[in-house]
């Protein structure tokens, strides 16, 4: 298997999800600007959509976006207990945490990143993200991770998505319960390994 990567983009998300299941791959990365693997191969041949991640089986099939993917890999090594089994409300419960994490919060910090967003359009970003981020922190609260007290690749997703503040000037110290999750994230062993994979260790 090949993950396509770029380093501190949502693809962070499936990396520490690969590691924490223990499978085998390989990671690829992808230019973000040149949209180019380090060989030169053009990445828009690999994933028409152009951007990360892409999980590339053997067979050369391609699996995109986020959520399918790291549920997909869960799946894989079910023992890891890193998704509840399909069909059960728990798993429902996965779901609607990707399903908020990659339209609330993933997309409302879009505007932060690019230049071609007005000023008007970042503040209003800020504005969802900051309500969309106190809500977090309250469902957080009594929990160790966001299903309970099992990590799950939710957690990955949220992890990654969630650290952007320290990019945007935004600071989750103001969220105490979310700050601390996320240091109790970090410290996890997969997670570590996938930071310093990336060049995002400090």
Known sequence: MKLYYSPAACSLSP???LREAGLPF???KVSTKTHQLADGTDFFA???????PALQWDDGEVLTEGPAIVQWLADQAPD?????????RERARLQEWLN???SELHKQFTPL???AWDDKAKAAARTVLDKRLAWVNEQLQGR???LGSQFSVADAYL???ASWGQYVQIDVSQWPTLAAYLQRVAARPAVQAALEAEGLKK
């Open 15 to 17: 990396h520490i999800v």
């Open 100 to 102: 908020f994490i990659t």
């Open 46 to 52: 690999i994933n028409p959509k152009g951007y990360v």
């Open 113 to 115: 990143f690019s230049p």
């Open 80 to 88: 890891k207990g890193l998704a509840p089994p399909a069909g059960t």
């Open 144 to 146: 160790d991770y966001l």
């Open 26 to 28: 390989e990671l690829v």
């Open 159 to 161: 992890f990654t998505v």
